[in-house]
């Protein structure tokens, strides 16, 4: 996926990954990682989840990271907040309280502003890159991630010659893969939504599953 197909996506409003309400995988499966309040925790490609709102009422200090500007002004708008920006290397930050959004390129970050991230969140990340970014993605963001970082991700497994991506299949073989040392991935819980998913049906595919792992960096 080039940055200009996320681009338009969020320009022609065609969004159906977001989500208008927090994700209860992620409610039912973040406090199991016992992160201290205060913990940094880092949501890539976040586009405009309300999960940061949650999170950040746990008493984390969210990071996102997102690259459509659109994006990130629909969160803090839609929110009611009005965030300080200022530029980085990394581009434009916008914050607000305890929620941070960097609108830029996810895989350009890298060790010193990444090195208090306690915790990370991947709902939407993953599985909206292609294979050959897959790894990518793991050498470079997840590379960057400090020794104790703990995470929740959540991925979707369905035929994948059924439909095309994005969101992709990524199923658990590939998952142990990818997050084998210095990282450790658990599988917390696979549940078929394929009732609840009325698009995928229309589009033929015939089964489909969320799956919820813990991750941890040695």
Known sequence: MQPDFWLQRWHDGQIGFHRNEVMP???????????????????????????????????????????????????????????????SPFCEHYSAGPIEIICGD?????????????????????????????????????????SGCRGV???????QDEKQGPPFSVEQPEVERLFATPWRSALLERRDILDQQPDFRAQGVSALSTAVYRLQRD
Do not use: N
Not at 31 to 60: F, I, N, Y
Not at 119 to 130: M, T
Not at 153 to 159: A, K, N, V
């Open 153 to 159: 991700l959540i991925t979707l497994e369905y035929p």
């Open 25 to 87: 995988l992620l409610q039912k499966h973040w406090p199991s990682l016992e992160l201290p309040t205060g913990s940094r925790v880092l949501v890539p490609l976040c586009g405009k989840t309300l999960d940061m709102h949650w999170l950040a009422a746990q008493g984390h200090r969210v990071l996102g990271v997102e690259l459509s500007s659109l994006a990130v002004e629909q969160f803090f708008a839609e929110a009611g907040i009005t965030p300080q920006r200022h530029q």
């Open 106 to 146: 996810a895989f350009a970050l890298d060790k010193t502003l990444l090195a208090d991230i306690a915790g990370v969140y991947d709902r939407a990340a993953l599985i909206a890159l292609p294979p050959h970014l897959r790894q990518r993605y793991r050498d470079t963001l997840y590379a960057q991630l400090p």
